[in-house]
Every structure is written in structure tokens, then in C-alpha cells.
């Protein structure tokens, strides 16, 4: 089994910043790649940025400029920093990894999320 553990979400105003933090344990080979997505109330879930093993990234416009991802391979963890909070980031923020199995097999794992909520 692999668990997924999202922090460092909270309330910021706007124009504030937030660091993000997503940890993967369990029954790792390797964890190809890594996601951040969100969750407004009464909207779908969004892709918010992504990131390969090899640190490839891509990001959704609404954020570009603004958030920054990047992974520690040898802890299995994803961040997100955010800076520049608007009240429309404010979401429930997911953490999605896409893992390599002990048995080599791959599976999509998903965190419970964390609340981000910016004040105007």
C-alpha cells in the first residue's frame, strides 16, 4: 500500500504566499511522476501543475508565474509554492503520484488534500 500526506495549506490574504508539501510512503519503487491539482466548492477538480521524474513541468495558466513545483526523489515528496494568492486559488489542493510498485505495477495514488484559503 502507498499512503499520500498533503500540509501546509491554510488562510493567507491575498498577495500572500504558501508552501505546499506532499509526502508518498509505502511500497515505492520510484514515482514517476507528481501532481498538484485543486477543488473549488462547486467546481471540477483542476489540474493545477505537474512534474516528471526527469523535472519536466507544466503548469495551468491561471497559475503560471505565480506557483512553482518541484520533488525530492530521495524523500518522495512534491511541493507547491504558491506566492501571489488570489481568493480564486482558494480550493482544497490534491496531491496525485503515480507510482512503480514493489511489484513494478503502476498505480495512481491520491491524497486527501489541504484547504488553501485566501482572504481578499
Known amino acids: 500500500q502507498v499512503q499520500v500526506v498533503e500540509s501546509g495549506g491554510g488562510l493567507v490574504q491575498a498577495g500572500g504566499s504558501l508552501r505546499l508539501s506532499c509526502a508518498a510512503s509505502?511500497?515505492?519503487?520510484?514515482?514517476?511522476?507528481m501532481a498538484w491539482y485543486r477543488q473549488a466548492p462547486g467546481k471540477q477538480r483542476e489540474l493545477v501543475a505537474h512534474i516528471t521524474r526527469a523535472d519536466s513541468t507544466n503548469y495551468a495558466d491561471s497559475v503560471k508565474g505565480r506557483f512553482t513545483i518541484s520533488r525530492d526523489n530521495a524523500k518522495n515528496t512534491v511541493y507547491l509554492q504558491t506566492n501571489s494568492l488570489k481568493p480564486e486559488d482558494t480550493a482544497l489542493y490534491y496531491c496525485?503520484?503515480?507510482?512503480?510498485?514493489?511489484?513494478?505495477?503502476?498505480?495512481?495514488?491520491w491524497g486527501q488534500g489541504t484547504q488553501v484559503t485566501v482572504s481578499s
Open positions: 509505502g511500497s515505492i519503487s520510484s514515482i514517476e511522476t
Open positions: 496525485n503520484v503515480l507510482v512503480v510498485t514493489d511489484s513494478s505495477r503502476y498505480r495512481s495514488y
